[in-house]
């Protein structure tokens, strides 16, 4: 069992991202209903680009989800429609949290923001985290395989019945992904990486066939899973859903394959810190491509383009973070390595391209 110290905790709000207390205690007050007592606001830490907070009134506890301060890129940090997609979702996607409130008027705290309810489990963060330190890694395994069956159930949800239909647009979805996030890399550029302008250019030309449409989070890892206190092998909620749309579910799987670090992976991959992958008893990016096909019944041919991409992406969102931090626009000391990480994930796609295949990249 979890020790109650595991449960994903809140601290003082970091300087520089604090909220308008006293307007947004008038806000809710007007808009919400039973709550009652002084509102308490501490600050989720972990987070690397919408921010997240924990308020408290009384004994109920709310999660307020704004924009990061000093972005550029608004279509990233729609609060309104992250707060309808989890509306829809919440109805037929048990493992999405419930929101109760949106607020459009930035006058409110400086940007449009929603509040969800809080869900209480264990994220495992980090290369080693302690709530995983007693895992055998027969369990490791069964909670690697229900993190990858999680994906799969999510792709296999009936986007109607969900009313997501119109939320986005699966035609030639692929593509505009790839000049998408190319485009803001460049946008976002601070530094010369040309390993990874490499696989930008090598993306286009190798645009593989559309494979369906599906809701896609768009972010899914261990850091967005929230985990049942008494049964770690249990995903009960995830989170973040600020990236998530209609589009092909074989991107989807392709940028948590950008995030899985595997044991034979290069010293400078490993380090980065992207969860606990590399505990004994997970699944390789090969073992949790595999174990997707199995439960999703989708043909997965063509997975480096998928994982090259989610290279791409996930090196263009660290690059938009570091270079908000070049700009001063957060002081947020986490964010000062970030060029390392772009240039590593470059590195990465660079030996696997030259490799064609997706493991054994050390």
């Excluded at 890694?137 to 999680?150: F, I, K, M, S, T």
């Excluded at 206190?229 to 799987?253: F, K």
Aim: with cysteine; net charge neutral; aromatic share 8%.
């Amino acid at each position: 069992m979890a020790e109650t110290l595991h449960l994903d905790a809140s601290r003082a709000v970091r300087p520089g991202e604090e909220l308008d207390l006293p307007a947004l205690t008038a806000h809710l007050q007007a808009h919400l209903d039973g709550l009652a007592g002084p509102l308490v606001v501490e600050q989720f830490p972990s987070g690397h680009s919408n921010l997240t907070y924990l308020l408290r009134a009384g004994d109920r506890e709310l999660v307020l989800r704004r924009p990061p301060f000093g972005t550029r890129v608004k279509t990233a940090h729609d609060m309104g429609r992250e707060h309808r997609i989890l509306a829809g979702l919440c109805r037929v996607y048990p493992k999405a949290p419930r929101p109760l409130l949106y607020c459009a008027d930035p006058a409110v705290i400086g940007a449009p923001f929603y509040l969800m309810e809080r869900v209480r489990g264990v994220i495992l963060r980090g290369r080693q985290p302690k709530a995983a330190a007693g895992l055998a890694p027969a369990a490791v395994r069964r909670l690697c395989e229900a993190l990858v069956d999680g994906l799969a159930e999510l792709h296999a949800v009936d986007v109607a019945a969900a009313g997501l239909a119109d939320v986005g647009h699966p035609e030639g979805y692929v593509r505009r992904q790839v000049e998408g996030w190319t485009r803001r890399y460049f946008d976002a550029k601070t530094d010369e990486v040309p390993a990874l302008e490499a696989a930008a250019a090598w993306l286009p030309c190798h645009l593989p066939p559309e494979s369906g449409a599906a809701i896609i989070h768009n972010d899914y890892k261990y850091y967005n899973v929230v985990l049942d206190p008494d049964d770690l092998t249990r995903v009960v909620a995830v989170l973040d859903w600020e990236m998530a749309s209609v589009g092909d579910p074989l991107m989807d799987l392709g940028t948590s394959l950008g995030y899985w670090v595997d044991p034979d992976d290069s010293p400078e991959h490993r380090m980065l810190p992207f969860g606990p992958t590399t505990l004994p008893g997970n699944l390789t990016r090969a073992e949790v491509v595999v174990r997707y096909t199995e439960r999703s019944g989708r043909d997965v041919r063509g997975v480096l383009f998928y994982y090259v991409f989610a290279l791409l992406k996930v090196a263009t969102i660290a690059q938009q973070i570091y270079q908000r931090f070049v700009e001063g626009h957060t002081k947020d000391p986490r964010f000062a390595a970030m060029i390392f990480g772009v240039r590593i994930l470059g590195a990465t796609a660079a030996r696997a391209l030259e490799l064609g295949r997706i493991d054994r990249l050390g």
